[in-house]
């Protein structure tokens, strides 16, 4: 018994080793082969000199079983084929190459051309965009496209889009190899060769229209679906043409491959009040394979799919699918494809991505939001004349558009309800609407194009309008008016019939514009006016027939335009006076806009109505509220302003006759509220003649004689100065007059002026670069002409930059050098490094300028300067800040809004990048932490410190470190040496050098740095900066060495030169006298420990009446610099 056990466990151990060898010897045989890939790239784009390209030849060639071709063998074989990457597009060229090359696959890198414009110079932003900020539609890179190709027949196996950043050649680079190992499973197979699947047709039967976009979405659903098994192959529209022809099938090559795919068509049909979907399966000789039918929910079809896909699978390999559908990863791909696509402006190509991704998530309101988004600024990119209308390609009917913000509204509803918050709320009003645009939807014609879709536009513009008016009314916006001012608005959104929409107006005004005495329901008259003025400007669209009709109450405009006429009369009677007011100050406006849009030229019609509203002040409830009253007079002096932009010598006329009654009666409160001195009344001194510009110098003369007498009121010492600024401007501009006031009395040495420049060139409108170098002062200039359209749809910006070269000592001009550029983009200087044998001239979106200093006295005009480009010569960013010279390299600083911000040293020679700090590097913060900021101001005073100012361009972020700092370049630590705690909004530090310390200018602070010891004093600063702004960080103790005692700092109007202030940051100290910018157009000198009543206060227009912008104390003398235009001050002590 012992013994048979024993011959029966020899027997099983025998029989197991078989099985174990020939397991062994079928693995052995089923190992995957090595493959073969060539890489190609695009060499007329310069792709192939892309960092991308290296990575992906290292990333690859170290995936096991893949070989990557040396690119020396590849281009000697393309050249000798005569072939190029668009040949190998080519099936034939395919086979023909990856035989030569004894390749298995081919990878094509090209770059594709995008279709946006060139970036124009920045527009002024407006009040919407306060609150309602565009988003970025912007590409972040370049657009690649990767596509893979076996060599055996020619088939393309992978077809996709990759935006490719400076910042994210790592990112990109794992995805594409990710892709492409993919694909190449699919070759190499341990299961046995593919089996080629094509989708020849899926359309609908008996099905109406509302199921176009299930008929479309079906076939690429069903294909991605499939191409996910590792076994089969999914075949183009190309390959399918191969299949349908029968003369290829029988006797072309490789005709039995061909003969091995499988064909699937099938069709959609209603079945017991639901859809079915009918699959018939087939090989491409003809021979059936199976038919099967599955149900399908059109809101949700891929469950039917994926139990499709599980059927044909079975058919074809008898085994169940290898895979599982991951549908939200697959449908994120598709939404970053499509994206992509639509943000380069190929909206066509977009459109089948954006619909599968939707598809396999139906109820994403981020994927129905990027699809509409596709849509309608396809729609909306092309538009002429003064009203926009969408005339661009379209995708969908304006029914299934319609049904597409159904399901859109209906999201967004639901989200809100779910988070109570609207993730993308700056979007979605852009695209739907909150006010009468035709290029928002719900005000578009398109939006009432037929009965049917205004009809489902009415649900939908409900649901739209009661969700965002609850988000709104969370938000705390500012002006807190201005949440009043958007509900006015969004009420044109929610209506299409004229009567509903005037009477919802008037029952909204009712409540929002009346005092609670007449029952209304705003108790503070302030905020009251607030929301009069916002409100009742806006609905005079009412009364324009032209606006109206450009929007979707097109049908509607004689009817919209007699009820809003007749409601406005009625406002103008009212006995509510601050409602009077705003009606006429809303109609003035109003006609003042039909001079541009109508044949109406004349402004008598809006001066009218001004008067009237001059009149309602003299309502004795306005009379008693001197608060209210100065509002209001505000108010006025504006509208008026609006009303005679074109009619300067005239609005001198009616201020002297609406002003004369005030200075009778010295009513210095009134005077103060127009504050004459403002730019709020926009007066435009080179269109005003001579005489008006003395009539208006005698005004304010007159005015400031009132109000010198209530200089104890701050309100009326800060009119006062604006209006002395004023003055100091007429002086300027009219030196022919015979006025009063203060003069220079010393005389200015001109080193530099307006002639010294190219003929033509506006330097009041162009970016100045000033650098001081030894004895020399260096100043860059870029001017731009207007862009000009390139065939591949950018614009390309011819512009000049040139260099003028003061020298201090011979106290003349010793280089002018010039050359022409051009940019596809808007750009601007930020920059400049005379070094020994070229000069460096940063721009932001323009990369670096270098011009060959190969003269010491330069010459007129040279070539176009050498520019050094991200592309091409390995800077991290065409977008520089700042730079400054280390040696023989340059610190570069590189970022702005929405882009990659950084750090680094770059050898201009070598193209050799070295970062020191990067936003897209996660590390601590602000420096690594994702967010955009600007570092400027670059001062290298000591080896190894290396001073920057940071701002943090509006990020919340970023916001608290903001200030000067301090970077230690041997061990990159990093101190804040001073926090921007100023209540103005941005950083504006200026670094000057004096003496062996630095000058530290802000607008309302100067303070010394001493770059060995890294202290700081304090030499001035205004009392708003008692207290840091919330969140910044902690301030630095500064030591004092005050210019003047504290008791008299206090006293001085410290702050930006455009609101009348004294501008720091403009500012040097000069043997004891603070010269600095006072205002628009007067220059302030202090002497050390003198009151600011005690400064001489000149007119600024030293410089060939040419306004200094800026003072430097310098051994040479004190130098004043303007805009283009350098001076030394020589007067008594002024000078050295």
């Known amino acids: 018994m012992f013994q048979s056990n024993g011959e029966d466990l020899m027997k099983r151990n025998i029989l197991l080793l078989i099985l174990v060898l020939y397991f062994a010897s079928y693995s052995s045989g089923q190992q995957e082969k090595t493959l073969n890939i060539a890489l190609v790239a695009d060499k007329s784009a310069g792709l192939d000199q892309s960092p991308l390209i290296s990575l992906l030849e290292v990333r690859l060639s170290h995936v096991e079983g893949i070989v990557v071709l040396e690119r020396t063998q590849i281009d000697r074989i393309l050249a000798e084929q005569q072939l190029s990457l668009a040949g190998l597009l080519e099936r034939k060229a395919v086979v023909k190459a990856g035989r030569l090359l004894r390749a298995d696959a081919f990878v094509l890198l090209s770059r594709e051309n995008s279709n946006v414009a060139a970036e124009p110079p920045p527009s002024s932003r407006n009040e919407a965009n306060e609150v309602l900020s565009e988003p970025n539609d912007l590409p972040k890179g370049q657009l690649i496209r990767i596509r893979v190709a076996e060599t055996a027949h020619g088939l393309r196996l992978l077809d996709r889009f990759e935006e490719l950043e400076s910042s994210k050649f790592e990112e990109v680079t794992e995805r594409i190899i990710e892709n492409i190992v993919t694909i190449m499973d699919k070759l190499n197979t341990a299961a046995g060769p593919a089996v080629l699947v094509g989708i020849v047709d899926i359309h609908r039967v008996q099905l109406s229209a509302r199921h176009h976009l299930l008929e479309r979405a079906l076939p690429v659903l069903l294909s991605v679906r499939l191409s996910r098994e590792p076994e089969i192959i999914m075949l183009e529209r190309e390959d399918l043409k191969l299949l349908l022809d029968e003369k290829w099938l029988t006797n072309g090559k490789d005709s039995e491959f061909w003969r091995s795919a499988v064909l699937i068509d099938g069709y959609l049909q209603p079945k017991n009040g639901g859809v079915e979907l009918m699959l018939h399966l087939r090989q491409a000789e ?36 290898s895979t599982q559908w991951n549908l939200a990863k697959e449908a994120e791909e598709f939404y970053q494809q499509g994206t992509m696509l639509s943000a380069h402006q190929r909206y066509a190509e977009a459109v089948v991505p954006l619909e599968t991704a939707c598809a396999l998530q139906p109820e994403n309101v981020a994927y129905t939001t990027a699809r509409f988004k596709n849509e309608w600024t396809s729609r909306c990119k092309i538009h002429q004349g003064p009203v926009l209308r969408p005339l661009g390609p379209s995708y969908y009917s304006d029914l299934e558009l319609a049904e597409l913000v159904s399901r859109l509204v209906a ?70 008016a201005f949440l009043f001012a958007q509900r006015a608005r969004l009420i044109w959104v929610g209506y299409d019939d004229p009567d509903e929409l005037v009477a919802h107006l008037k029952e909204f005004c009712s409540e929002v514009l009346f005092s609670p005495e007449m029952g209304g329901q705003i108790e503070n008259t302030y905020l009251r006016c607030d929301i009069c003025d916002r409100v009742l400007r806006d609905i005079f669209v009412l009364e324009s027939a032209e606006t109206v009709e450009a929007a979707h109450l097109l049908d509607s405009a004689e009817r919209i335009t007699y009820l809003g006429h007749k409601y406005l009369n009625e406002l103008l009677i009212s006995s509510d006076p601050i409602v009077r007011f705003y009606t006429c100050l809303g109609q003035a406006s109003f006609y003042h806009a039909m001079t541009y849009i109508t044949e109406r030229k004349s402004i008598e019609p809006a001066l009218e109505y001004f008067y009237k509203a001059l009149s309602v002040l003299s309502d004795e409830s306005i009379r008693g509220n001197a608060f209210v009253k100065s509002r209001l007079l505000g108010d006025l002096a504006d509208i008026l302003a609006e009303i005679m932009t074109n009619e300067q010598d005239r609005l001198i006329g009616v201020l002297e006759n609406v002003l004369a009654l005030s200075i009778e009666k010295g009513d210095a409160n009134s005077l103060a509220a127009w504050d004459l001195g403002d730019r709020r009344l926009n007066i435009d001194f080179l269109k005003l003649s001579p005489d008006s510009a003395r009539r208006y110098y005698e005004l304010l003369d007159r005015v400031g004689t009132v109000l010198q007498n209530q200089t104890n009121k701050r309100e009326m010492k800060s009119a006062l100065r604006r209006l002395h600024d004023c003055q100091a401007g007429i002086k300027a501009q009219y030196p022919q007059l015979v006025l009063t006031g203060s003069r220079s009395d010393f005389d200015v040495t001109i080193l530099l002026s307006r002639k010294d420049w190219p003929d033509g060139l506006r330097t009041d409108l162009s970016p100045l670069q000033v650098k001081l170098d030894g004895d020399r002062i260096w100043m860059a200039l870029g001017t731009w002409g207007l862009g000009h359209p390139n065939r591949d749809g950018t614009q390309t910006w011819p512009g000049v930059a040139s260099l003028r070269v003061v020298d201090l000592t011979r106290k003349t001009v010793c280089a002018k050098w010039q050359g022409d550029i051009s940019f596809r983009r808007g750009v601007k200087l930020t920059g400049i490094v005379p070094g020994e044998e070229v000069v460096y001239v940063s721009t932001h979106g323009g990369g670096l300028l270098e011009f060959r200093r190969n003269l010491v006295e330069g010459r007129e005009w040279l070539e176009a300067p050498r520019i050094l480009t991200q592309q091409d010569h390995g800077l991290p960013s065409d977008f520089i800040t700042d730079i400054v010279a280390d040696g023989s390299c340059l610190w570069i600083a590189y970022g702005g809004e929405k882009l990659e911000s950084g750090l680094g040293l770059y050898d201009p020679k070598t193209g050799h990048w070295k970062s020191v700090l990067c936003s897209m590097l996660k590390g601590e913060a602000p420096w690594g932490s994702g967010f955009p900021y600007k570092l400027s101001q670059l001062t290298l005073p000591l080896p190894g410190k290396l001073f920057f100012v940071l701002n943090s361009l509006g990020s919340s972020e970023i916001h608290r470190y903001e200030g000067l700092w301090r970077i230690d370049t041997e061990t990159g630590e990093l101190k804040c040496i001073l926090p921007y705690t100023s209540k103005w909004a941005h950083p504006w530090i200026h670094i000057e050098p004096m003496n062996e310390t630095y000058l530290c200018k802000m607008a309302d602070l100067l303070i010394e740095l001493d770059p060995k010891s890294e202290e700081t004093f304090h030499i001035l600063n205004s009392r708003s900066r008692d207290s840091s702004r919330e969140g910044s960080l902690p301030s630095v103790d500064h030591q004092n060495n005050l210019f003047v005692p504290a008791a008299l700092m206090y006293g001085m109007p410290l702050g930006v030169y455009s609101l009348g202030n004294v501008d720091l940051s403009s500012c040097t100290i000069h043997e004891d006298e603070l010269w600095v910018r006072f205002g628009r157009a007067q220059i302030a000198i202090l002497k050390r420990g003198r009151s600011f009543e005690e400064a001489k206060i000149i007119t600024n227009d030293i410089l060939d009446g040419e306004p200094v912008f800026q003072f430097l104390d310098l051994p040479y003398g004190l130098i004043a610099i303007g805009q283009g235009t350098v001076g030394l001050i020589e007067t008594g002590n002024h000078s050295r």
Not at 289 to 305: C, R, W, Y
Not at 424 to 442: D, I, K, V
């Open 286 to 321: 003809n021979r059936d394979i199976a038919t099967f039918n599955v149900a399908v929910t059109p809101n949700e079809p891929s469950s039917a799919i994926d139990r499709a896909a599980a059927e044909i699978i079975n058919r074809l390999r008898h085994s169940p699918p």
């Open 411 to 480: 999201q967004i509803q639901r989200e809100y309800e779910r988070t109570n918050s609207m993730s993308q709320l700056s979007l979605w009003s852009r695209l739907l609407g909150t006010e009468l645009s035709s290029l928002s939807y719900f005000t578009n014609t398109v939006s009432v194009s037929g009965e049917q879709v205004r009809q489902i536009n009415r649900v939908n513009r409900r649901i739209w309008v009661e969700t965002l008016d609850k988000a709104w009314s969370k938000q705390r916006p500012r002006p807190p």
